[in-house]
């Protein structure tokens, strides 16, 4: 029971190219969540997926898209990178949005140059 | 979701207990007090949560006061692996949309 993965850890990019960050729970969670976390900062919520086949905007949507390819799995894409999205990201999932634990996994730090 | 207040950092000894406050003054009936923790950029890590009455778990206690507009995690027995920031978070349930809103939190840092 590995919980929740991300892939890749590190990335480094250049602006304007692209790159789909991948999250995957073994855990038969409903909800799943993308999160970034600038220095020094709390998380900040840029997509979420309540159920599989959903699809709704967080805090800070602009710049990414997301596609919830089955109940496992949660991709979040940059489709052309700035340097304002170096970040660290997290996927996190729970079992329902209201109320549940929500479980994160080790996040991607992505950095745009 | 209600605000809640952190103390920016505190110390305390390995092996004693860790006592970390959370002022949510403005908490509703409906909103459950939960905390996380985050080791060194890891991703946060699930501690505990309750709604009015207190709740322990293997990992540590959550003392909510009787009018709800406080609480205090304890860690019983701290270790130097318990050196986190620990983020107190008020959400609603029922219909929310399960946002979870992290503040600057507690910097613990427990020494020898």
């Known amino acids: 029971n590995a919980g929740v993965t991300q892939t890749p850890k590190f990335q480094v990019l250049k602006t304007g190219q692209s790159m789909t960050l991948q999250c995957a729970q073994d855990m038969n969670h409903n909800s799943m969540y993308w999160y970034r976390q600038d220095p020094g900062m709390g998380l900040r919520l840029i997509y979420y997926?309540?159920?599989?086949?959903?699809?709704d905007k967080g805090e800070v949507p602009n710049g990414y898209n997301v596609s919830r390819l089955n109940k496992r799995e949660f991709s979040l894409r940059l489709e052309s990178a700035a340097p304002s999205q170096t970040s660290v990201y997290f996927c996190?999932?729970?079992?329902?949005?209201?109320?549940?634990?929500?479980?994160f996994g080790p996040g991607t730090r992505l950095t745009v140059l | 979701d209600a605000k809640t207040t952190q103390p920016p950092s505190m110390d305390c000894a390995e092996g004693r207990a860790a006592n970390l406050p959370c002022n949510h003054s403005t908490i509703s009936g409906n909103e459950y007090v939960y905390w996380y923790r985050q080791i060194h950029s890891q991703g946060p890590q699930y501690i505990i949560h309750g709604l009015k009455n207190n709740e322990t778990n293997e990992m540590a206690s959550l003392i909510i006061t009787e009018d709800r507009k406080s609480s205090t995690l304890i860690l019983p027995h701290a270790t130097l692996r318990d050196t986190a920031v620990y983020y107190c978070?008020?959400?609603?349930?029922?219909?929310?949309?399960?946002?979870?809103?992290f503040g600057q939190g507690t910097i613990l840092t427990v020494h020898p």
């Open positions: 996190a999932s729970s079992e329902r949005t209201d109320r549940d634990t929500q479980y």
């Open positions: 997926s309540a159920s599989e086949g959903t699809t």
């Open positions: 978070i008020v959400r609603a349930g029922g219909t929310s949309y399960g946002k979870l809103t």
